[in-house]
């Protein structure tokens, strides 16, 4: 997730998008970092908790795991829909 995060800083700064496009990726970039870091530490804590095998704490995982996807899938559509442009210019 970090390098993906510099990638479409390095991105923002290479083309030229407007303040308000490199505000929202900035936005959505910061969201998925710290949703990814949220999510290590409830895992973390849930092991903590429940060091043995336990299909409710697998599924806070797995659920867990999904905000961060689903996050991270709509982070990649707002930079397909500001980077399009100026890549196939």
Same mark, same amino acid.
């Given at each position: 997730? !970090?390098? *993906?995060? !510099?990638?479409?800083?390095?991105?923002?700064?290479?083309? @030229?998008?407007?303040? /308000?496009? %490199?505000?929202? $990726?900035?936005?959505?970039? #910061?969201?998925? =970092?710290?949703? &990814?870091?949220?999510?290590?530490?409830? &895992?973390? #804590? $849930? /092991?903590? !908790?429940? @060091?043995?095998? /336990? @299909?409710?704490? %697998? %599924?806070?995982? /797995? =659920? !867990?795991?999904?905000?961060? =996807? #689903?996050?991270? $899938?709509? *982070?990649?559509?707002?930079?397909? =829909?500001? #980077?399009? @442009?100026?890549?196939?210019?």
């Amino acid at each position: 997730m !970090l390098a *993906a995060a !510099l990638i479409v800083i390095g991105a923002m700064l290479y083309y @030229p998008t407007s303040r /308000d496009e %490199k505000a929202v $990726l900035l936005v959505m970039v #910061f969201t998925v =970092l710290i949703l &990814e870091l949220i999510n290590s530490v409830m &895992e973390r #804590f $849930l /092991d903590f !908790l429940q @060091p043995h095998e /336990d @299909p409710r704490v %697998k %599924k806070i995982k /797995d =659920l !867990l795991s999904a905000i961060v =996807l #689903f996050v991270s $899938l709509g *982070a990649t559509v707002i930079g397909l =829909l500001i #980077f399009w @442009p100026h890549v196939f210019r």
